[in-house]
């Protein structure tokens, strides 16, 4: 197992465009989680499943986002009707299930989503 | 909204010095985590360190955390011009599982 998976690496879309995000998460990891960066400042937690479940969203998840996990494998992170101020770098990140609290958490290498 | 912050926002360094660099919270914490990304990449985990623990050492970083004082240090010693990145520290809260990263320090280490 190479690490987390997180496809594509740069998306440009038009704006009012919806685009689709992708993680792949380490196959042992029951948790999934995605963060949302800026430039210049710390992720901010966007929602995280354990499993299949989606146990917790962010105020930051407005409506327009969507996130799924289907099967606990996979995850997908749909936003539409894009805005310029979705732009960002999308991360997403997986731990175990009580690992996560000693071992810390694998992050992939992130989706970058410029909005024109 | 971000709970930690970080002080200060960017060092900068000469290879062989050491590098320290500073984050405070706010609320009850299970543990502190130290995170290193470098430019437009993902975060990559270095360090943990739990709420009953005071020290911890891996290779040449060195974490304390101070919880009576809600901060936390992180100390790269003999830095490396490959050192040379933005480090944010994490809180896992005792409310949840999620991480609350602060702002980051942005280290250079000059060659």
């Known amino acids: 197992d190479t690490g987390v998976s997180q496809d594509p690496r740069h998306k440009i879309t038009k704006r009012g465009q919806n685009v689709t995000f992708r993680c792949d998460p380490i196959s042992e990891h029951n948790r999934l989680y995605w963060y949302r960066q800026t430039l210049g400042q710390g992720p901010e937690f966007l929602t995280y499943f354990q499993n299949e479940a989606q146990l917790e969203k962010s105020r930051l998840l407005s409506d327009r986002f969507s996130a799924e996990r289907p099967k606990g494998s996979f995850s997908t992170l749909e936003i539409q009707r894009t805005e310029q101020g979705d732009s960002a770098m999308y991360l997403c990140?997986?731990?175990?299930?009580?690992?996560?609290?000693?071992?810390?958490?694998?992050f992939g290498s992130g989706t970058r989503l410029t909005v024109v | 909204s971000q709970q930690g912050e970080e002080d200060p926002q960017a060092l900068s360094i000469q290879e062989g010095e050491n590098a320290t660099m500073n984050c405070s919270y706010k609320?009850?914490?299970?543990?502190l985590q130290w995170y290193r990304q470098n430019s437009g990449r993902g975060l990559v985990h270095l360090i943990l360190?739990?709420?009953?623990?005071r020290e911890k050492h891996s290779g040449r970083l060195r974490v304390t955390l101070d919880t009576s004082k809600k901060s936390s240090s992180l100390l790269i010693t003999a830095s490396r011009a490959a050192d040379t990145a933005s480090y944010f520290c994490a809180t896992e809260e005792t409310s949840g599982s999620r991480l609350t990263f602060g702002e980051g320090t942005q280290l250079t280490v000059n060659p």
């Open positions: 609320t009850s914490i299970n543990n």
């Open positions: 990140a997986s731990s175990s299930l009580g690992t996560g609290r000693y071992y810390g958490y694998t």
């Open positions: 360190i739990r709420s009953n623990e």
